[in-house]
Structures are given as structure tokens and as C-alpha cells.
């Protein structure tokens, strides 16, 4: 069966690590929110999944990923459970204990490039925080973003299996979310970004060979894929680059 | 052996859940930066946890637990290694996944009670941010603290083994955790949480029942239990707070 992925029309947003992760492995999935009303789809049924008070599991926010009778979110946990079903993990505990660490601190990363533009929080416009933002932003593109990526170089560098992924000698799902991380960071702060980038070869590499996998390319050129926007995670504020 | 902990020595913050679940489950740890550095503890060894270059899956940031060979970072990440070895979590995938899914959610709370006295960057003192701060607070106890306490509210209510922990008829580290996250809110916000808690008797009876769990009623006692302050996560800034 599908898997069913809940998650807002209109954005990328954490939405999309999870999509990466169904789209490389080819798996069947259906993007509840996006679909037709008149097929019980569409935002009403992504609503009644964050509503429902039948659910005795209840997930706080998007995205949930429904697999049959579990319904998970939190976009780390979902890419947990996904990994070994869509063999985007290595068998191991520890493999997976650690492609989960990276996962998780890619999060981390995520939050702080979100936190850049609604530093006062989510609840007020980007117009009624401006002043503020920019002096977030420049604090997460000279700091925070080089230490993040410089981390993730550090990872490639001592992975024993060799410098093409972040775990062991195959692709992970931490692979497609670091391709994800650098994608947004690149729309939405793109001089300091590529600025960062060349001290990061081996992540770049990492995220062009993404770019390149075969079911991960069609992806991106499908109508699935939805445009970087302004009201996703990563936002082009050109005053909030340099 | 005993369990390692590397956490900043002076403050609770993301390492006080790792060490409630320890303390609750009676195990054996060293809290190593709080130890002698003649017994090669210490800060000094804490600093080489993080900056050692041999260490091939290298953590990026405390609190890191190290068990044997295995050098695990991030708290819930942590947790999930240490839930089946303390036995505080269910047996099944489903329920571990669940306690990990609510641990995540806790987190994403803890780090949004973080974000009110340093909205524009960690990087930054409270003193350069005082204004930003104050409209960052208001958002969070007026917004995301009810929301946050009212989930954790339903996700007791709709427990179909009882309301008295978060998963299951049996405590798990997530109970552990909802106790610190209330504690912490108690002590940064006070006026607020205990309105806010009005709503939420579930949450605010499970928070008493752990404080009264033996071991760690002792704990709390004990001068392992460092105090609340100004340089954690939850601060009291009475400004912050009405």
C-alpha cells in the first residue's frame, strides 16, 4: 500500500526531506495534501489528521507520514522509520543510531536557517521583525552555517568507508537531507553560502552527486518538486544575505 | 561499565534529561566535566570528546554519551540508545518510536524556551537582545507554551493504557523528560506555566508523581542535581514572564 505523506500544499518545508527519501528509493507514496478533495484528499484530509481526536498517537505537527495503521511525525523519526523499509540505512544498530545523529543535527541546522528570518518567532510576519532578522541572519551565515557545514565536511573526511557518503559505502537518507540542506541554504543565502561551500569540497561533491542520482533528477525536474517560495524554510531576503 | 556523560559542568541544560533517565533507572555514570582532571576528567576531557580528530563519527555538539566504542550525541538520540538498557521504554517498535516521536516534540519545545532570551543567535549576550527577547517571550507564553503543554495534555488523555504516563502503563524516559521541560518552564516563567498548567492537570500530575519517584526524589535532593541559573536553557528573567 502507499505510503500517504501529510504535509502543507505549497512549500517544501520539512515535507521535503521526507519526499526525497520515497522519491529516491522509488517507493509509492501519495502527497495527501496536494491531492483532489473530491478523492478525500486534499487539505481538509491533512487537517483532520492534526485534528482528529480518534488519533491516540497524535502528531503535534506536519509532516506524518501514515504507513497503515502507524501514523508518525516528526520528520527525523518518519526518515527512521523509513530507512531500513526503503534501505536508505545501514543494517546495524550503530550504523543506524549515527545516520539518525547526523539526521537530527541536520534538523538542528534547518531550525537555526528558519529561526534567521522569524527570530521573534513564527507566529509574527518577517515584515514586523526585519531589524531583527538581519542581525540573526548575519549570526547564523557567520557562525552557525560554516560550523554546521564544516561538521559535515569532518564526517565525509573520516567516514572509514570513504568520502562519497556521510555513513558507511552506500546512500542514507542523511545523504538526500544534507543535498536538501545545501539546496536551501544556496536559495536563501546564496554569496555566503558559496562562499562557505569551497572550504566544504567534500560536501559539495556530495550534494552535486545527489543532484545526479537517477530517480532524484527526475524528481527534481517533475511538477512534484515544488519551487524554493517565501513562505517555506528557506527565503531569498536578499538583505539577509552578504 | 559505567555510562560516561559529557555535558558543560555549571548547568542542567540538554545533558539533565540524559541524567534523569540514568538517575531514574539507578545506573552507573560518570558526569565526566564535573570529575577531577587529575583523574583525566574534566573540562579538559570533555574538550577532547568534542575535538578529538580520531574519533570517526565525531559529535557536534554536548551532551555526548560514550558507552564502550559507542560515542552517541544528541539527547533524544541518547535516549533512544539508553531506553531499552534502563528499560524505560516499550518493547515493540511501534511504542519505542512513539516515546522517541514525543522525546523529538519535547525537544523542539526546550529549544523554542531557549530561543526567548537569545532570539537573534546564541553568539549574542541576553543584554544585546533585551528587546527582542521580550517580544520572543511573549509569543512563547501566550502561543507555543500552551500549544506544547496542551499536546502533551492529549497525548495522556487519549492514552488508551492510562493517563498516568505519556506511553504505556509504565514510566519511560519521556516521562523523565516532561518533568524536566515543566521544571524548567516552573522556574523561567512562573506566572505563566502555572496559569498554563491550570489547563493541563494530566501534565501538571505526572510532573508531581516523577518529582515524587524514588530515586529521583533523591536525586533531586542530592548535590548531583545542580541548580537552575542564568547560564542554562530555562532562565528567570523576571521581565520575561506575566
Redesign the interface.
Known sequence: MAYQLHYWPGIQGRGEFVRLALEAAGAPYVDVARGDVSAGQGLPALLNCLQD?A????P?ACPVLVDGK?V???S??IL??LGPRLKLVGASE?DR??T??IQ??LA?AV?EAH?THH???S??YYED?KP?AA??AQ??RT??MPK?LG?LE??LA???KGTRHLVGARQSYTDLSLFQLVEGLLYAFPKSTKRALKKTPLVLALHERVAQHRRVAAYLRSERRLPFNEDGIFRRYPELDA
Open positions: 481526536e488519533i491516540a498517537r497524535p503535534f502507524q508518525i511525525a516528526q527525523a523519526a527512521m522509520y550503530a543510531l549515527w539518525h545523529q537530527l543535527t538542528d531550525d529561526n527570530p521573534l518567532g507566529g509574527l521583525q531583527e542581525r540573526a549570526e547564523f557562525q552557525r554546521f561538521w569532518a564526517v573520516r567516514n572509514p
